[in-house]
Nanobody, 130 residues
């Protein structure tokens, strides 16, 4: 199984927008993933969960810091998940990754993913600065 590939990053100014794409490979999978999630890792920080969307309609999740600014969506026909990022701020600067999940829990304010592939593709750099 091949991990998803993220693309679409770039360098922008505060307040600008970017749309990231996540190409999900379904080849060789006995089942469709439960969900696809976006993660990011800022310099000096650990990787953090950002947002997720279930493969079938029904479940979308965001961390508080991106609610109202980021929108996750999917195109099943092309096996692609998007992350529309609006009103970007320097705090959003990070390498963004996506991955498929077989589960996701939310407890005590923390999203904990369960990965179904277990490997990571290359992320895409998002830099927000003035």
């Amino acid at each position: 199984q091949v991990p998803p590939v993220a693309s679409g990053g770039g360098s922008v100014q505060p307040g600008d927008s970017l749309r990231l794409s996540c190409a999900v490979s379904l080849s060789g999978r006995p089942f469709r993933p439960y969900a696809v999630a976006w993660f990011r890792q800022a310099p000096g920080n650990e990787r953090e969960f950002v947002a997720s969307i279930s493969w079938l309609p029904g479940s979308i999740n965001y961390i508080d810091s991106v609610k109202g600014r980021f929108t996750i969506s999917k195109d099943n026909a092309e096996d692609t998940v998007y992350l529309q990022m609006n009103s970007l701020s320097p705090e959003d600067t990070a390498v963004y990754y996506c991955n498929t999940l077989k589960g996701l829990t939310f407890l005590s304010g923390v999203y904990t993913p369960e990965y179904d592939v277990g490997t990571w593709g290359q992320g895409t750099q998002v830099t927000v600065s003035s």
